[in-house]
């Protein structure tokens, strides 16, 4: 197991950099998409919802890689991989602190009523990173 560093839990946490996390589908070939990011005492998180491919994903193989990238400089960048834990718990509250960070809003604006959200926490077991250095 990894842990993030002080200075990969700041780019991750304070910065509205969005990320690429990669699951695997039922055939083993990668499935990458974009996500708002989130750390939860020392975990990388994201949110989804029920009925996407990322949690159906992660149900049958937890393994993730999530990868932010500074949009400003290509060089300062965090790669994370390791098990992902799905969770209901947490998960709408954690969609509007998104919403905040991203976009500003108090709410997240496009809420389905029959959706339920979930966080996806991802246990690093390698973290690398480039760029972060004071």
Known sequence: ???LKEQERQFL???P?????TTLRKDGSPHSTVVWVDVEDGKVSFNTATGRAKPEHLERDP????LVVDPNDAYR???ISGSAEVTEE???AQIDKLAKKYIGKDEYPWRKPTETRLKVLIEPDK???SGLDS
């Open 1 to 3: 197991m990894a842990e």
């Open 63 to 66: 393994r993730a890689s999530l």
């Open 13 to 15: 946490d304070e910065n």
């Open 77 to 79: 960048w965090v790669a």
């Open 17 to 21: 950099f969005v990320g690429v996390v």
């Open 90 to 92: 947490g998960a709408d």
């Open 127 to 129: 973290v690398d990173a």
